[in-house]
């Protein structure tokens, strides 16, 4: 793999929860995105951008704005299931931001202009939504971003598909991302509709220990020196964490949930009072990740009370007002109660 | 995309049967399923396709141009065939097969009108226009705002789905999601089975429903149920009819009896209940579907059952421990006093709150904002290269080549271009400037300041109001809270503000003043409400006679043409009636925190808002 010049995944120093959450969403796409909050400085732009390097290989249709998995006919777009001489090369996954200033036709994508003034054809321009098929979308500060263009997010991030109807063009297709989200707390709250998309969540703080501090300051400081060097020094921990994230994903279809577990989180669920059911199916989702993180075939108690903290915290609230934040003693102690429960 | 299987979707059986009793009568208008995030709703009304595949599904993604709606210009026919023809618009495309809208309490005003099967006028109204039939599923989450009240009788049925409390069925649907999630296939095949019995007693019903007859006894059921519902006209009973003759054509019987009539009262008079009540009373919370539960409303003393209302558990502390000000004294005798009981909040408000169209006046400066939505195009000279709607000035360019049958490439002219019409965002700004001095901490008097305070903040949430926070106390004035449109801040900040010290009016005023001035120049064109909630003793000023210069400094506010509102809250037999003088020299109207109720202080602020548009 060419080492571009981004910062290393592995030069980040602490900031483990981020960095698990971050590595269970390429793990298992299906998770449901992460929502990192924390104060600026703490690193949150620079690991979601240093994901991008840890990307593992993956087979997608040549020429194909989707970037089509080639073996799955039933998440295809249109245009590739037709296409009977449709070419798979190898590709990766990638990050795909979201700019400050997208418009609505930037994003879900809309007539063709050029062709319509060149041609007088009516087609379809794919907008970020089709690039990030398959990929992760990255939007940065998510609370400050307009209403309707979370509107649009929400949908194709929760179904999977991309409908356009705008400008005399119908058109849709597949839009199955992971959405990661960076926001600071004080300038603005996200609405519940949206906080409950993410499928796990993060609180970061700043480090807090002198050393760490110091450590944080010195290899930024190198970094910027000579970026190529430093990067050098983490080309095999690099190496290594991305061979390890492949191995989990591939052994994640291997994993199976036992019952117990089911019934604990829909316990866990329950007593903490989250709601709709996004929670339960998240936290046996991330169980499952976490598993298959640590080569194993079945999840256990830890894997679920870890998973829970993800998973739970932003879920809490029932009312506009009501605190998102639940204390992680708390909800450890809910799963073993849940699960000692038979 | 392949939808997810109805016959595989867990529990929610009143919603189940609602997509049902839709699916049988072609004459159906429409399903709400409503409830909150994760419940299952867009899921579930998707799921409906695998029931009845033979009708066509038509989806309404979230920001659709109303344009697109309706019949529009089809491009290539023009530059090709250099015919002026109407391409079908989503409307027409949908005709006779089902529409999909999620999140449809929060579609714009013309896309309701449209959906309502009403063709909004240039004046404004909006009359009934021929327009193709299509049953229309949609889902909503209450507490992220109102049904626009026109649409609320193209849903006959409206369920409310809560999330399973069964462990075995919460179980079984995060089997059943992982399953879907791994091998689509595997799941369908699993309710292969089911899913066709379900689509054959579908036909069935269809087949009989012709010959379901309705007794008279029906009828009048029919009739007192929504009488006793308050429903407005007659469409809710005719809902109701329709509704049981599909579930007894479902059920196999000819005769529409009492109990069908009941069940189907549940599904059809929820939505519509109190539709009449403007203003001053709240409408109650969506019932679950459950027929005693519903009937016992009825025929009950209607007891709001007050979801929202927050815990008002801190007990007052007594806290006598000085607090610090920024000059260095201390107040004494602070006291913290708990958010009081508010008027219940509700979740489910009526749609007047419509504030886009709510005065009918269009505002000048709407098509020259310089951000926003862009929901639309008028001719003109545009000022910068942003302000070009590009694709309307190429469709008019089409049209006017086309018919001159000239060739492509395309030449776009000058008079050809279309600019942008945006429409800024339409919440407002709330400066809330709040006494906080001792006299406030009296009796309980703080304790319902910040309930009329916390149900406002409640509508501010809805409507993405921005709100921020002054307090003046002691020797000045101090911005607790910047305008945020996290209004859970200032639902924290309100929680925690002490009183105590003298009344520093005019201080307050003149930062109110200020703050409401750098707001108007940083954003011209949100409106900025100030409410003042004081009784308007001023006992401190920096210089001169207290309340003269608190006269002067509301003088001020006058002259500057801010739009506020004043709240009075003096109590005591004793009324000196200062606030009331206040609001006179401020140009305000008045209101008594006694008399005050959460939807006349909403009313108050929307009304000055308008004025401010």
Same mark, same amino acid.
């Given at each position: 793999?060419?080492?571009?010049?981004?910062?290393?995944?592995?030069?980040?120093?602490?900031?483990?929860?981020?960095?698990?959450?971050?590595?269970?969403?390429?793990?298992?796409?299906?998770?449901?995105?992460?929502?990192?909050?924390?104060?600026?400085?703490?690193?949150?732009?620079?690991?979601?951008?240093?994901?991008?390097?840890?990307?593992?290989?993956?087979?997608?249709?040549?020429?194909?704005?989707?970037?089509?998995?080639?073996?799955?006919?039933?998440?295809?777009?249109?245009?590739?299931?037709?296409?009977?001489?449709?070419?798979?090369?190898?590709?990766?996954?990638?990050?795909?931001?979201?700019?400050?200033?997208?418009?609505?036709?930037?994003?879900?994508?809309?007539?063709?202009?050029?062709?319509?003034?060149?041609?007088?054809?009516?087609?379809?321009?794919?907008?970020?939504?089709?690039?990030?098929?398959?990929?992760?979308?990255?939007?940065?500060?998510?609370? !400050?971003?307009?209403?309707?263009?979370?509107?649009? #997010? @929400?949908? &194709? *991030? /929760?179904?999977?598909?991309?409908?356009?109807?705008? =400008?005399?063009?119908?058109?849709?297709?597949?839009?199955?991302?992971?959405?990661?989200?960076?926001?600071?707390?004080?300038?603005?709250?996200?609405?519940?509709?949206?906080?409950?998309?993410?499928?796990?969540?993060?609180?970061?703080?700043?480090?807090?220990?002198?050393?760490?501090?110091?450590?944080?300051?010195?290899?930024?400081?190198?970094?910027?020196?000579?970026?190529?060097?430093?990067?050098?020094?983490?080309?095999?921990?690099?190496?290594?964490?991305?061979?390890?994230?492949?191995?989990?994903?591939?052994? !994640?279809?291997?994993?199976?949930?036992?019952?117990? #577990? @089911?019934? &604990? *989180? /829909?316990?866990?669920?329950?007593?903490?009072?989250? =709601?709709?059911?996004?929670?339960?199916?998240?936290?046996?989702?991330?169980?499952?990740?976490?598993?298959?993180?640590?080569?194993?075939?079945?999840?256990?108690?830890?894997?679920?009370?870890?998973?829970?903290?993800?998973?739970?915290?932003?879920?809490?609230?029932?009312?506009?007002?009501?605190?998102?934040?639940?204390?992680?003693?708390?909800?450890?102690?809910?799963?073993?109660?849940?699960?000692?429960?038979? | 995309?392949?939808?997810?299987?109805?016959?595989?979707?867990?529990?929610?059986?009143?919603?189940?049967?609602?997509?049902?009793?839709?699916?049988?009568?072609?004459?159906?208008?429409?399903?709400?399923?409503?409830?909150?995030?994760?419940?299952?709703?867009?899921?579930?009304?998707?799921?409906?396709?695998?029931?009845?595949?033979?009708?066509?599904?038509?989806?309404?993604?979230?920001?659709?141009?109303?344009?697109?709606?309706?019949?529009?210009?089809?491009?290539?026919?023009?530059?090709?065939?250099?015919?002026?023809?109407?391409?079908?618009?989503?409307?027409?495309?949908?005709?006779?097969?089902?529409?999909?809208?999620?999140?449809?309490?929060?579609?714009?005003?013309?896309?309701?009108?449209?959906?309502?099967?009403?063709?909004?006028?240039?004046?404004?109204?909006?009359?009934?226009?021929?327009?193709?039939?299509?049953?229309?599923?949609?889902?909503?989450?209450?507490?992220?705002?109102?049904?626009?009240?026109?649409?609320?009788?193209?849903?006959?049925?409206?369920?409310?789905?809560?999330?399973?409390?069964?462990?075995?069925?919460?179980?079984?649907?995060?089997?059943?999601?992982?399953?879907?999630?791994?091998?689509?296939?595997?799941?369908?095949?699993?309710?292969?089975?089911?899913?066709?019995?379900?689509?054959?007693?579908?036909?069935?019903?269809?087949?009989?429903?012709?010959?379901?007859?309705?007794?008279?006894?029906?009828?009048?059921?029919?009739?007192?149920?929504?009488?006793?519902?308050?429903?407005?006209?007659?469409?809710?009973?005719?809902?109701?009819?329709?509704?049981?003759?599909?579930?007894?054509?479902?059920?196999?019987?000819?005769?529409?009896?009492?109990?069908?009539?009941?069940?189907?009262?549940?599904?059809?008079?929820?939505?519509?209940?109190?539709?009449?009540?403007?203003?001053?009373?709240?409408?109650?919370?969506?019932?679950?579907?459950?027929?005693?539960?519903?009937?016992?409303?009825?025929?009950?003393?209607?007891?709001?059952?007050?979801?929202?209302?927050?815990?008002?558990?801190?007990?007052?502390?007594?806290?006598?421990?000085?607090?610090?000000?920024?000059?260095?004294?201390?107040?004494?005798?602070?006291?913290?006093?708990?958010?009081?009981?508010?008027?219940?909040?509700?979740?489910?408000?009526?749609?007047?709150?419509?504030?886009?169209?709510?005065?009918?006046?269009?505002?000048?400066?709407?098509?020259?904002?310089?951000?926003?939505?862009?929901?639309?195009?008028?001719?003109?000279?545009?000022?910068?290269?942003?302000?070009?709607?590009?694709?309307?000035?190429?469709?008019?360019?089409?049209?006017?080549?086309?018919?001159?049958?000239?060739?492509?490439?395309?030449?776009?002219?000058?008079?050809?271009?279309?600019?942008?019409?945006?429409?800024?965002?339409?919440?407002?700004?709330?400066?809330?400037?709040?006494?906080?001095?001792?006299?406030?901490?009296?009796?309980?008097?703080?304790?319902?300041?910040?309930?009329?305070?916390?149900?406002?903040?409640?509508?501010?949430?809805?409507?993405?109001?921005?709100?921020?926070?002054?307090?003046?106390?002691?020797?000045?004035?101090?911005?607790?809270?910047?305008?945020?449109?996290?209004?859970?801040?200032?639902?924290?900040?309100?929680?925690?503000?002490?009183?105590?010290?003298?009344?520093?009016?005019?201080?307050?005023?003149?930062?109110?003043?200020?703050?409401?001035?750098?707001?108007?120049?940083?954003?011209?064109?949100?409106?900025?409400?100030?409410?003042?909630?004081?009784?308007?003793?001023?006992?401190?000023?920096?210089?001169?006679?207290?309340?003269?210069?608190?006269?002067?400094?509301?003088?001020?506010?006058?002259?500057?043409?801010?739009?506020?509102?004043?709240?009075?809250?003096?109590?005591?037999?004793?009324?000196?009636?200062?606030?009331?003088?206040?609001?006179?020299?401020?140009?305000?109207?008045?209101?008594?925190?006694?008399?005050?109720?959460?939807?006349?202080?909403?009313?108050?602020?929307?009304?000055?808002?308008?004025?401010?548009?």
């Amino acid at each position: 793999m060419t080492q571009l010049e981004g910062y290393p995944f592995t030069a980040i120093v602490g900031q483990e929860q981020m960095k698990l959450a971050l590595i269970l969403n390429v793990i298992d796409p299906q998770l449901g995105g992460v929502l990192i909050r924390g104060e600026k400085g703490t690193a949150k732009s620079t690991a979601v951008r240093a994901l991008a390097h840890l990307m593992p290989a993956r087979q997608q249709v040549q020429n194909c704005p989707y970037s089509c998995d080639p073996t799955n006919e039933d998440t295809m777009c249109e245009a590739c299931r037709q296409n009977s001489d449709r070419t798979s090369i190898e590709g990766h996954m990638r990050v795909v931001d979201l700019p400050v200033g997208a418009t609505e036709d930037r994003l879900v994508g809309t007539l063709d202009i050029e062709q319509a003034l060149r041609t007088g054809k009516k087609q379809f321009e794919p907008g970020i939504l089709a690039q990030a098929n398959r990929n992760i979308l990255y939007v940065d500060e998510v609370n !400050l971003l307009e209403d309707h263009l979370v509107d649009l #997010l @929400l949908d &194709a *991030a /929760a179904m999977g598909v991309n409908t356009v109807e705008r =400008e005399g063009v119908s058109h849709s297709h597949p839009a199955h991302f992971a959405l990661v989200g960076t926001m600071n707390p004080e300038e603005g709250e996200l609405r519940p509709q949206l906080l409950d998309r993410f499928g796990l969540v993060v609180d970061v703080l700043g480090e807090h220990d002198l050393e760490s501090r110091v450590e944080v300051v010195r290899r930024r400081l190198a970094y910027e020196a000579d970026p190529q060097a430093f990067a050098r020094q983490y080309t095999v921990s690099q190496q290594q964490l991305a061979g390890r994230i492949a191995a989990a994903r591939c052994r !994640l279809s291997k994993v199976q949930c036992p019952q117990e #577990l @089911l019934l &604990a *989180a /829909a316990r866990v669920s329950l007593a903490l009072g989250v =709601e709709g059911h996004r929670a339960d199916i998240g936290m046996i989702r991330a169980a499952q990740a976490l598993a298959a993180w640590e080569g194993k075939d079945r999840p256990d108690i830890v894997h679920l009370q870890q998973a829970a903290q993800f998973v739970l915290p932003h879920r809490m609230r029932r009312d506009p007002f009501e605190q998102g934040v639940l204390p992680a003693s708390q909800i450890a102690e809910t799963v073993c109660q849940a699960l000692d429960q038979k | 995309m392949i939808p997810y299987p109805y016959a595989a979707v867990v529990g929610q059986q009143a919603a189940k049967k609602a997509l049902l009793i839709a699916l049988v009568d072609p004459a159906m208008g429409g399903v709400l399923l409503a409830g909150c995030p994760g419940v299952g709703k867009s899921l579930l009304a998707r799921s409906a396709q695998t029931i009845c595949p033979q009708r066509r599904w038509t989806e309404l993604p979230p920001g659709t141009p109303p344009s697109q709606l309706s019949d529009h210009i089809d491009l290539e026919a023009i530059l090709h065939r250099h015919t002026h023809r109407q391409a079908a618009g989503l409307l027409q495309r949908a005709a006779d097969g089902i529409l999909y809208a999620d999140a449809i309490n929060l579609l714009g005003p013309s896309t309701n009108t449209l959906l309502a099967g009403l063709q909004p006028q240039p004046t404004g109204e909006a009359v009934p226009s021929v327009s193709p039939s299509f049953l229309l599923i949609a889902t909503m989450d209450p507490s992220a705002g109102g049904l626009d009240p026109q649409l609320l009788d193209r849903f006959d049925l409206y369920v409310e789905m809560q999330p399973e409390h069964d462990l075995r069925l919460r179980t079984q649907i995060v089997q059943h999601a992982l399953l879907w999630g791994q091998n689509r296939r595997q799941l369908i095949e699993r309710f292969a089975g089911e899913t066709s019995a379900l689509i054959e007693q579908i036909s069935r019903a269809q087949q009989r429903l012709p010959q379901v007859e309705v007794t008279d006894h029906a009828l009048a059921l029919a009739g007192t149920l929504a009488q006793q519902a308050q429903c407005a006209g007659n469409r809710a009973e005719i809902a109701t009819i329709r509704v049981a003759r599909a579930l007894a054509a479902l059920a196999g019987h000819r005769l529409v009896s009492a109990p069908m009539v009941r069940e189907a009262a549940g599904y059809t008079l929820p939505h519509r209940l109190r539709q009449e009540q403007k203003q001053g009373t709240t409408p109650p919370i969506p019932l679950p579907n459950t027929e005693e539960n519903f009937l016992d409303t009825l025929s009950s003393d209607h007891s709001i059952p007050q979801k929202n209302v927050p815990a008002s558990a801190d007990s007052p502390k007594d806290d006598h421990t000085p607090f610090p000000t920024p000059d260095g004294s201390t107040l004494s005798k602070e006291r913290i006093s708990p958010i009081g009981a508010a008027p219940p909040a509700t979740n489910w408000l009526p749609a007047q709150w419509s504030r886009a169209g709510r005065s009918g006046k269009h505002r000048s400066n709407a098509g020259t904002a310089q951000w926003g939505r862009c929901v639309g195009s008028f001719a003109g000279r545009p000022s910068c290269p942003s302000d070009v709607a590009l694709i309307p000035t190429v469709l008019h360019s089409a049209v006017r080549q086309g018919l001159q049958h000239a060739g492509l490439p395309l030449q776009v002219q000058s008079q050809d271009l279309r600019l942008k019409l945006r429409r800024p965002k339409t919440g407002i700004n709330i400066l809330l400037a709040v006494d906080a001095s001792a006299s406030m901490g009296a009796g309980q008097r703080m304790v319902a300041v910040k309930g009329a305070i916390y149900s406002l903040l409640c509508e501010a949430y809805q409507k993405r109001d921005q709100v921020s926070l002054l307090i003046f106390r002691g020797t000045d004035a101090q911005v607790l809270l910047p305008f945020t449109s996290s209004v859970e801040r200032a639902q924290r900040q309100l929680k925690t503000l002490p009183t105590g010290g003298k009344t520093p009016l005019a201080t307050g005023l003149h930062r109110a003043r200020q703050i409401v001035l750098a707001t108007r120049a940083r954003d011209p064109s949100t409106p900025v409400v100030l409410v003042l909630l004081s009784d308007g003793r001023a006992t401190s000023a920096p210089q001169g006679d207290p309340l003269t210069a608190a006269f002067s400094a509301a003088d001020q506010i006058a002259a500057e043409k801010i739009s506020a509102v004043v709240i009075d809250t003096e109590q005591g037999v004793l009324r000196l009636g200062l606030a009331a003088e206040i609001a006179r020299h401020m140009n305000a109207p008045l209101l008594d925190l006694g008399q005050l109720q959460a939807t006349n202080l909403k009313q108050a602020v929307q009304k000055i808002a308008d004025l401010d548009r």
